[in-house]
């Protein structure tokens, strides 16, 4: 299922047609919005983020589905600060040390970090890697002292490596499930059929893709250059900005 959700995905949608400097501006400033936002806001992040994945035509079920390990990581937060933040005591036993001020914290950690990984998930579906990496390259050009073509690249890198070492995965996966190798009661001794082979696969795969890169020699001339804005871009920004402002009013 991962598979399938992480990546750019071609859609008739209004959202694939933005330029990737909006829809990473957006993604910035929704990130840095969320920082102080209360629980209610972040709700309502979070409804706005299933929507608009909707309007790109992905399943929010899907795209949940495919987060569920994140969540479960998510849930460990929860639970972790819950657990460790002295406050009122949330249920009469002694052995467990919940508190209310925890529960509120935690979710709202835990619904910043879903709010943040939504919307990365948004800019990678529908936008082109290339794209992606035209836009980084463009925000820190003016930098100085920033080799910005060099950062670009790795990042454009990671955005297409994301899919292929989560497909590594699922074969890996099956080829254990065709084996028996996932039916072993000790996990540890899974982890090792399972993360060994695909550590070896995914460096495998990058040192070919470096090779192919030298050998087409790859540079600074082959990047994307970015076009004008359109006023549909400058609605996004809009839009954007009073998401913002609706995050930071409802606390």
């Known amino acids: 299922m991962a598979p399938l959700v992480f990546g750019y995905h071609e859609r008739p949608s209004p959202l694939h047609g933005l330029d990737g400097r909006v829809k990473l501006a957006a993604l910035a400033a929704v990130s840095l919005a969320s920082l102080p936002a209360g629980l209610l806001a972040l709700a309502l992040a979070v409804v706005a983020a299933l929507g608009l994945l909707a309007v790109a ?47 509120l914290a935690g979710l709202e950690l835990a619904v910043r970090l879903l709010v943040i990984a939504l919307f990365g998930l948004l800019l990678t579906f529908t936008t082109r890697p290339s794209h992606i990496r035209a836009a980084v390259e463009w925000f820190l050009a003016p930098i100085p002292f920033i080799p910005h073509h060099q950062v670009a690249t790795m990042i454009g890198l990671l955005v297409r490596f994301i899919p292929v070492i989560l497909n590594h995965s699922a074969e890996l996966d099956d080829a254990l499930r065709a084996r028996a190798l996932d039916n072993r009661r000790n996990p540890l001794r899974r982890m090792t059929f399972l993360a060994m082979p695909l550590l070896r696969r995914t460096f495998v795969t990058a040192d070919r893709l470096a090779q192919a890169m030298e050998a087409r020699c790859y540079g600074a001339g082959r990047t994307l250059r970015p076009g004008r804005l359109t006023r549909r871009d400058w609605s996004a920004l809009g839009a954007t900005a009073a998401l913002c402002l609706l995050l930071a009013g409802c606390r």
């Open 57 to 103: 035509r992905c399943s929010p079920l899907r795209c949940l589905a495919g987060l569920k390990w994140y969540l479960v990581l998510l849930a460990c937060v929860l639970l972790a600060r819950t657990l460790t933040t002295e406050g009122e005591a949330l249920l009469p036993v002694p052995w467990l040390p919940a508190t209310r001020e925890g529960l």
